[in-house]
């Protein structure tokens, strides 16, 4: 029967006036306390023993009721029923009161949300934290296309580099197959290899550079945003929210119930404001290490990408894989990234 009146309760309207608090009607109250006199009555009187004897007294003092047949396994099973049962109204009762909260808050939070989309009401604006805010958004989207066109450069480069090991191959063959044009073939077959092979070590150094800006902009970044989301979305509309329930209620009559009203608004008002400053303090941090760490990275990413690049077209060798290992990249093995033959079964 419980759990069918805390359904009942948990789907009923809680009626919210202008300033969002709950109403005071009277079927809300006899409701409340229908539902507190459920949740604190303890079990049945009838269902007990009495002792005649007093305290201490024997066992052929106790008078057994009708339902109870004088069992101690019996008494201990009930005692164990009256716990569970007072564990679950209170888990009830907590779930409630959470619900009521949540309700109250959104309600709150959608009335200023289109109070500032219909120009009526105001919202908070920290200047400098949200140009802070947009330079970021700026950047990440001209990273974004830095990381596309870069991953556009690899896959470009690497048909090529799988081209020039073809025809490496190709020129190797018809050099054993054409004794008139051997020697010919044969240059040109150890031209593609080498090519192929620097091509390779360019490609090693261009993952990597692709690789730290994908952690950049999708971790990094994205991390920084989902802060600043926290910070727009949720933080701030609470704060003003509960400033303009704050600034409506003091706008109002001065007696005894409103000043009640009044007090309690601006201790939410309090607790919202602390959220909503510690909040803003993540966001400065956070912009701040992301840009020293951004400036950081980048300086070593572009640094590898020009010394790479330079030394591949100007076929230097030697000064190509130089750069690799002053950047500690480790070339995987030709074929390491196939599948097993296990896996492709």
């Known amino acids: ?25 009277p079927e809300d109250d006899s409701l409340e306390q229908d539902l507190q006199q459920v949740m604190v009555s303890g079990p049945n009187l009838n269902e007990t023993s009495i002792v005649s004897g007093g305290y201490g007294g024997t066992a052929e003092g106790i008078i057994p009721t009708s339902s109870i047949k004088g069992s101690n396994l019996h008494n201990s099973s009930s005692s164990s029923s009256m716990t569970a049962e007072d564990t679950t109204r209170g888990v009830a009762v907590e779930k409630l009161e959470t619900m ?4 109250i808050n959104t309600y709150k939070c959608t009335k200023q949300l289109i109070s500032e989309r219909f120009g009526r009401g105001s919202r908070t ?22 990381l ?26 018809l050099s054993q197959k054409s004794p008139e044009l051997r020697d010919e073939f044969g240059y040109n077959s150890e031209t593609q290899k080498l090519l192929c092979k620097n091509g390779e070590t360019l490609l090693g150094a261009i993952n990597f550079f692709v690789s730290s800006i994908n952690t950049l902009v999708n971790k990094t970044m994205e991390d920084t945003l989902m802060t600043i989301k926290m910070y727009e979305n949720a933080s701030r509309l609470e704060f003003d929210a509960y400033r303009s329930d704050l600034e409506e209620l003091s706008m109002g009559p001065r007696d005894a119930v409103a000043m009640a009203r009044i007090d309690a608004a601006q201790q939410n008002y309090q607790v919202q404001k602390d959220k909503y400053e510690r909040l803003r303090s993540d966001v400065t ?9 951004k400036v950081k990275v ?34 995987k093995p030709p074929g390491a990234d196939k599948p097993s033959w296990l896996e492709e079964q």
């Open 298 to 331: 980048m300086h070593k990413q572009l640094l590898l990408f020009h010394n790479a690049i330079s030394a591949y077209f100007a076929g230097n060798q030697q000064q190509l894989e130089q750069t690799l290992k002053q950047f500690s990249i480790k070339l």
């Open 285 to 293: 941090i956070k912009l701040k290490f992301l840009e020293e760490n």
């Open 125 to 146: 604006v920290d200047l400098e934290l949200e140009a802070q805010i947009e330079v970021l958004r700026d950047t990440k989207r001209k990273y974004e296309n830095v």
């Open 1 to 25: 029967m419980t759990d069918s009146m805390m359904s009942k309760a948990a789907t009923m309207e809680i009626p919210i006036n202008s300033n969002g608090d709950t109403g005071t009607l």
């Open 100 to 103: 009521k909260k949540w309700g």
């Open 148 to 173: 596309r066109l870069a991953r556009a450069l690899t896959n470009h480069f690497y048909n090529m580099v799988q081209t020039q090991h073809a025809l490496g191959d190709t020129f190797a063959d």
